[in-house]
């Protein structure tokens, strides 16, 4: 089945060491996102990336870092200067292309850091 | 920029009720796309509904519908004879057709159906 994968689910991990969450889409899209949720909060946007070596700094992306080397794969790093990386993460991608913008989501990776 | 307005943090209602959650939204484009998404506990956000900004028509499907008013700048969600199956968070979310088609989000609405 065509689709995203985001694996762990759950994550945890100590303060001060880096983490990288894995996302992983065979569905053909061009354009991959990484979004941050937070309790009663809507999403986030960290980083996005159109095209294989691109990337874009979204409105969060102060102690993130992320990597696009593969067209199916978008891996986000979060480093240890992200100040309250405690959060549930999402992945999403979609093919602008087509001319249809609805991003498809993962189904996210729940991270704690103690 | 551009910015996505769900009021209403979290309703209550019992199954069978109508329930309509309001999203109003504010962009300077005059081509973009409006959305609406489902989040149940489970976490992965589900698409619902893509509406571009040049059709103003109702759309239903099946016990949903949506109701798009460009003059107020909202895309309101209704759910017909909701079910306990509702239960979730809905976001609305913006795009603003660049090439990287980026989108915003509201803060989402909590939808709880009770028996």
């Known amino acids: 089945d065509g689709g995203i994968t985001q694996s762990p689910k759950y994550l945890f991990r100590k303060e001060g060491q880096n983490v990288t969450l894995s996302c992983e889409q065979n569905?053909?899209?061009?354009?991959m996102y990484w979004y941050r949720q937070d309790p009663g909060q809507g999403l986030r946007l960290i980083y996005y990336?159109?095209?294989?070596?691109?990337?874009q700094k979204g409105d969060i992306a102060e102690g993130y870092s992320v990597s696009r080397e593969k067209k199916e794969s978008f891996p986000l790093t979060v480093t240890s200067a992200q100040k309250n990386p405690t959060a549930f993460y999402l992945c999403?991608?979609?093919?602008?292309?087509?001319?249809?913008?609805?991003?498809?989501f993962g189904p996210g990776t729940r991270l704690t850091v103690t | 920029a551009q910015k996505v307005t769900q009021a209403q943090t979290e309703i209550s209602v019992v199954e069978k009720e109508d329930v309509t959650l309001d999203c109003v939204y504010e962009?300077?484009?005059?081509?973009?796309?409006l959305f609406w998404y489902k989040q149940p506990p489970s976490g992965e956000l589900v698409f619902l509904i893509r509406?571009?900004?040049?059709?103003?028509q109702n759309e239903i499907s099946g016990r949903y519908s949506w109701n798009f008013q460009k003059s107020t700048s909202s895309f309101n969600f209704t759910i017909t004879a909701s079910q306990v199956v509702d239960s979730a968070v809905y976001f609305c979310?913006?795009?603003?057709?660049?090439?990287?088609?980026?989108?915003?989000f509201g803060k989402g609405t909590m939808l709880l159906v009770s028996p």
């Open positions: 999403a991608s979609t093919n602008p292309r087509t001319g249809n913008y609805e991003q498809y």
């Open positions: 569905l053909n899209h061009d354009a």
């Open positions: 990336s159109q095209i294989v070596n691109d990337f």
């Open positions: 962009t300077r484009d005059t081509t973009y796309y």
């Open positions: 509406r571009n900004s040049f059709d103003e």
């Open positions: 979310a913006l795009s603003d057709l660049s090439g990287y088609s980026t989108l915003t």
